[in-house]
C-alpha cells in the first residue's frame, strides 16, 4: 500500500498568517493517464471530511483561493494563505492514484 | 444536489451484528462507485474498500476483508455497511463517500458490553 507521510503533525498560526502542509507519498502519484490523483480535504470539528483540493492543484467549487496545492510525483505542498478562523480543523492528504486509497495521518490546525 | 445521508447512531454489545446504511440523491446511483472510511475516536481516517455500483462487487482493504460486508440496495440508491461479530475496536463513525468529492455525514458505532 501507498504510504502518505503528512507533516507536520498540528500547527498554531494566528488569523492572517500563511501555513504550508506537507505530503510525502511512497511511490510515484502519478497515474496510467498522467494525472496525478492527489487530494486535500479538510475536517472540521464535529463534521465529515470536505474535499478542498483534486488532481494536487485543482480547487472544488466555493473553495476560497487562499488554499493552493502544489507539487508532483510523491512529493505535495498545501498552502493556506492569510488563515480565517473557520479554517481550523484537520487536514488530510489523500492518495486516489493506487488501490487501496490511503491517507496522510493529519495536520490539526489551531487558531492563535 | 448531491447528498449521502447515512443512518442513526449505534450501541451494540460484542458479538452482535450491525448494518447501516448510506442513501443516495441527487445523480445515477450506478454511475459512482461508493467507499466506505472508518474513524477512530480521536484518529484519522481508514479506507475499508468500495462497491462497485453497477456490478454490486466489493472491495475490501486488507484490514476489512472479515466481518465487514459491503452491500446494494440499487432501486433504493442505497449502500450497507455490515460488520459481523462487533469487537470493541469496531467502535467508530463510518463514513460512505461518493469518490473523494462526497462524504455521507458519519454513523457513530459504540461497541460495549
Known amino acids: 500500500d501507498v504510504v502518505m507521510t503528512q507533516t507536520p503533525p498540528s500547527l498554531s498560526v494566528a488569523i492572517g498568517q500563511s501555513v504550508s502542509i506537507s505530503c510525502k507519498s511512497s511511490q510515484s502519484l502519478v497515474a496510467s493517464d498522467k494525472n496525478t490523483y492527489l487530494n486535500w480535504l479538510l475536517q472540521s470539528p464535529g463534521r465529515s471530511p470536505k474535499r478542498l483540493i483534486y488532481?494536487?492543484?485543482k480547487l472544488d467549487s466555493g473553495v476560497p483561493d487562499r488554499f493552493s496545492g502544489s507539487g508532483s510525483e510523491k512529493d505535495f505542498t498545501l498552502k493556506i494563505s492569510r488563515v480565517e478562523a473557520e479554517d481550523l480543523g484537520v487536514y488530510y492528504c489523500?492518495?486516489?492514484?493506487?488501490?487501496?486509497?490511503?491517507f496522510g495521518s493529519g495536520t490539526k490546525l489551531e487558531i492563535k | 444536489q448531491i447528498q449521502l445521508v447515512q443512518s442513526g447512531p449505534e450501541l451494540k454489545k460484542p458479538g452482535e451484528s450491525l448494518k447501516i446504511s448510506c442513501k443516495a440523491s441527487?445523480?445515477?446511483?450506478?454511475?459512482?462507485?461508493m467507499q466506505w472510511v472508518k474513524q477512530a475516536p480521536g484518529k484519522g481516517l481508514q479506507y475499508m474498500g468500495w462497491?462497485?455500483?453497477?456490478?454490486?462487487?466489493?472491495t475490501y482493504a486488507d484490514d476489512f476483508k472479515e466481518r465487514f460486508v459491503f452491500s446494494l440496495e440499487t432501486s433504493a440508491s442505497t449502500a450497507y455497511l455490515q460488520i459481523n461479530n462487533l469487537k470493541n475496536e469496531d467502535t467508530a463513525t463510518y463514513f460512505c463517500a461518493r469518490g473523494t468529492a462526497y462524504w455521507g455525514q458519519g454513523v457513530m458505532v459504540t461497541v460495549s458490553s
Open positions: 488532481q494536487v492543484s
Open positions: 462497491i462497485n455500483t453497477q456490478t454490486g462487487k466489493p
Open positions: 441527487g445523480y445515477t446511483f450506478t454511475d459512482y462507485a
Open positions: 489523500l492518495q486516489g492514484t493506487h488501490l487501496p486509497l490511503t
